[in-house]
């Protein structure tokens, strides 16, 4: 067999070359480079990959994103962390890039994507509130001054065909044109789908084969919404979600507990808790940012909800369930994340000081 491929190689080569130029030549033409970020993979990363990694035709379009995996010395149970589902959710965003940072795995695995949409985190979708920055500045403890982007809600405009004047989604519901270019109501999407879709697609193909067992997305509402200090449970998830309350109310934080509802499909709650195995939750903290009545909002440092107290609700969140995921299935499934610093230091401190 290997002698005849040998025979063979030259001529096929030459025709592979010819095949590769002319893909690399309309490649050329249509190749988007996604939106980079300063994020500063710590030692619990232990490797790095590609949303298009589960979907190749996402690789060169500004849906693609890193993947950042961490997997722990011993077996166990694995985790799908998901930061900027909405770019302007920024809480969850740098939760999710100070897990990627400073976190550690002991057990099971962790796996991060920080900008789940990343169409949205260079884009301004103009709904967003006018005193919203395009960027934040953090400094860590060096003195550095690190930036990282505040996008939108929704798909950027330009990198999906216009919005229908209905957007229907595949499992039922009828909802304003542009939620089609919402990441939170496309899942499980569609292979060859809009981008957004596409997005969704990869990420249910990347749970099926990483065998995810418990998916946290985590957003942000605005201040007075009834969406604040929420934990949204798809129904298989609640009895750890209820458990996980009761740990965080003891600890001083107030989250609601609400049961992710069967008519509003595409929601990642109710779809990743639909069509695969994992206890699904949604996380919201309160957003200055997306609050219309304050007009100079300060995302950052705002006196009533400072980043650092919304990345810490987050991430004492994520400490709850997987907490009460483990007592659920017992040691040998547990999913073990850790940081060299105590989670109660991010309250009332910079978060910066916290990164890389
Ligand atoms: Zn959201």
Redesign the pocket.
Known sequence: MNGHKKEQRPRRTVFRLAATLSIVCVSVAFAVDPASHDIRPGYGVTETRWLSDYLPELANTSGDTPIYMMRGESEGGTLLLLGG??AN?IAGVMAATLVVERGAVSQGTVIVIPHTNNSAAQYNDGTRHPGTPDWIELTTSSGEKRQFRYGS?LTAMEDQDPDPGMFVHPLGGEIPGQEARNL?RNHPGKAHGTLTEQISYALFQLAAQEGVDVVIDM??SSTTSRLAYMLVCHQRAMEIGAMATLDLEMDGIALKQEVSREEFRGLSHREFGDHTDAFAFLVETPNPGQEDAIEHPDVVNDPEAPLSGRVHTHLRTVKAILDNYGFTVGPDGKIELGYPFSLDALKGNDLGTFLR
């Open positions: 589902t909405h959710e809600r939170n957003h942000e």
